[in-house]
C-alpha cells in the first residue's frame, strides 16, 4: 500500500492544537497499542498509508491537504476579536470557537440566499449607526425595533425568563439566535467562556448573534444586549463582555455597546429612582441581571463613591461565589427543546417550511442543524 509522504510537522502542529497527547491520538486514530509508530510518523521516520494519513486529518479535524504543506499554517480568525480578557488570548483562538464561528456562518450564508430569493428587503437596522453615535441613540432605536418595555425586565418573573423574552423580540425582528456551549452536537467539545461569551455576524439579510451557552442567564443577557449593539454598529466580532468598571485599554467599540447594553437592561432614569429604596440585591432581582452590573451602574451613575462600590462589588463577588452555579442551566434537559435553541427557533423554522416546500432535503437540513437525520425527524415531529 503506497504511503503518504505528509510532513511530520503537520502532525505535531495539529495534535498539539487540540492539546492532545501522542497516547491519546493514537488511540483515536485506532492505534491504541501502537503510538510508538505516531511518534514515529512526527519523527519523519516513518510515513503512514493514504488510509491512514486520512483518518488522522479527521481525528485531528484539519483539511486532508494540510498534512502535505510545507509549514503549519497561520489561522486567522474571519471576524474583529474584540475580546479584552487576557485569559481570553486576544488573536487566538481554539479549535472550537473556529467551529463554532464556521458553522454559524454556514448558517447565516443558507438564511440570507433564502431571504434574498424570496425577495425579502435588507435590514435597515443593520449598521444604521457608527461607533461614533451616542450609545443613548442606539439604546433607543433598539428599543423601538425589537418593542421592549422600560425597563426590558419589566413583565418578566426570573432571569430565564427575561434571556428568552429578549431572544424571543430579537428573533421576531428577524436576527438569528444561537446558544450552545458546545460545537454542534458533540458534547465532548465544550466552549470556553474564558475564551468568548459572543459574537455577532452583521448582515443586512440575515444578522446572527452567538451566546456562549456555558455562561450564566445573567451573563448570557448581558451579552445578548451587547451583541446586538453590534449588529446595530455594524460591527461584527467576538466579544468576551467583562462585567465591570471601564478599563483604560478597553477598545472603544466595546466601551460603546457596554454602555448600551447598560442603558437597555438598567435604564438610568428607572435605576435613580429605585436606589434610595431598594438594596442592589433586590435590584438585581427587579431588572433581572447580575448584582455586579446593578453595582457598576450605580458607580457610573455617581451613586456610589469608589470606596463603597469596592466594598461592595467584592461583597458581591463573594455572594455570587457562595451561591454557587446556580444561575447556569443544567446540562440535561429537553432534547428538542435544547435543539431549537442551539440553531435558533428561527432558523428551525425556516428550516422547516424549505423541507415542506421542497426546497431543502432532509441530508442538507441535517447537516444545516447538526443533526443526523433521523435524529432531525424525531426533533421536527415535536416541534
Known sequence: MSQAKINPQIIRWARERLG???????????????????????????????SQARELAQTLRIPFGYLFLSKPPEPVLPVADFRLHPEAGRGKFSPELEDVLN??????????????????????????YTTQTSYLVICEDIRKTLDLPIPTAKDVKSHDEHLRFLVHRAEKASILVLQSGYVGSN??????????????LADSYAPLIFLNAKDSISGRIFTLAHELAHLWTGTSGISNPKIDIEEKDQLEIERLCNRV??????????FRERWQTY??????????VSMLVVLIRAFELGLLSAQEFQMLYAEAKREIKAAGEHEKPSTGGDFYRNFQIRNGRLLVNEAVQALR???????????????????????LSNL
Open 20 to 50: 492532545l497527547s501522542i497516547d491519546e491520538t493514537a488511540r483515536r486514530v485506532g492505534m491504541k497499542d501502537k503510538p510508538e509508530r505516531l511518534s514515529a510518523w512526527e519523527r519523519g521516520d516513518e510515513l503512514p498509508t493514504f
Open 103 to 128: 458553522d454559524a456562518f454556514r448558517k447565516q450564508d443558507w438564511l440570507r440566499e433564502r431571504r434574498v430569493q424570496e425577495g425579502m428587503t435588507p435590514l435597515l437596522f443593520v449598521g444604521r
Open 187 to 200: 458534547t465532548h467539545r465544550s466552549l470556553s467562556i474564558e475564551e468568548f461569551r459572543g459574537f455577532a
Open 261 to 270: 447594553a447598560a442603558e437597555l437592561l438598567v435604564p438610568a432614569q428607572a
Open 279 to 288: 438594596t442592589y440585591q433586590e435590584l438585581a432581582r427587579e431588572f433581572r
Open 357 to 379: 416546500e421542497g426546497t431543502l432535503l432532509y441530508k442538507e437540513a441535517s447537516i444545516l442543524l447538526n443533526a443526523s437525520p433521523s435524529t432531525l425527524e424525531k426533533a
